[in-house]
Each structure stands twice: as C-alpha cells, then as structure tokens.
Nanobody
Framework: QVQFEESGGGSVQPGDSLRLSCVAS????????MGWYRQAPGKQRELVAW???????RYAESVKGRFSLSRDIAKNSAYLQMNSLKPEDTAVYYC???????????????WGQGTQVTVSS
C-alpha cells in the first residue's frame, strides 16, 4: 500500500499563505502523477492541482495564479504553495497519487488522510 505524510494545513487570515507538503511511502514501484484535491463542507471533492510526472502542473480555474504545485520525484513528494488565500479556499485538502506498487502491474489512485485549511478573518 501507499502511506502519505501530509502537513502544512492550518488557520489563516485572508491574503495569507500556506504550503502543504505530501510525502508518499510504501511498496511503491513508481508514481505517475501527484496532486491535491479539496472538499469543503457540503460540497463534492474537487481537483485543485495535478502534475503528471514529466509534465507541467494544471490547476483549477479558481486557484490559477495563486497556487503553485511542485514535485520532488526522487522523494515521492508534492508541495502546494497557496498564496492570497480566500475564505472560499477553506476545505480539507487531500493529497492524491497515481502509483504502481511493486506487487502488481496495475496503476491505482491513492489518497492521503487530508489536512484542514481554514481561511477566516
């Protein structure tokens, strides 16, 4: 299986910044993509940012120009720099990875446990 260590969430004021970190570990053969989703109360989980290995990141329209996704391939990690945070960014943020384990040729998507981000004045 894949385990995630997520960190960086918290409570901030509008306009502040946060940096989320996600490190994947386990019986991983390869990671093909990593990114972040979020789910606000009463809403569906939505894609925030995603990066396929070797490709450029893509973003939800609502975060373009404010959020930046980066990956460290060697460390199986992904980082989401969130600037100019708004109250509508309040949600639980989940790390996600498309990976193949050493025990199977199949690719699957794996989820972190989530980290809370609250933006409020």
């Amino acid at each position: 299986q894949v385990q995630f260590e997520e960190s960086g969430g918290g409570s901030v004021q509008p306009g502040d910044s946060l940096r989320l970190s996600c490190v994947a570990s386990g019986n991983i053969f390869s990671i093909y993509g990593m990114g972040w989703y979020r789910q606000a109360p009463g809403k569906q989980r939505e894609l925030v940012a995603w990066m396929d290995t070797g490709d450029n990141p893509r973003y939800a329209e609502s975060v373009k120009g404010r959020f930046s996704l980066s990956r460290d391939i060697a460390k199986n990690s992904a980082y989401l720099q969130m600037n100019s945070l708004k109250p509508e960014d309040t949600a639980v943020y989940y790390c996600n990875a498309e990976a193949r384990l050493r025990t199977t040729p199949r690719r699957d998507y794996y989820w972190g446990q989530g980290t809370q981000v609250t933006v409020s004045s």
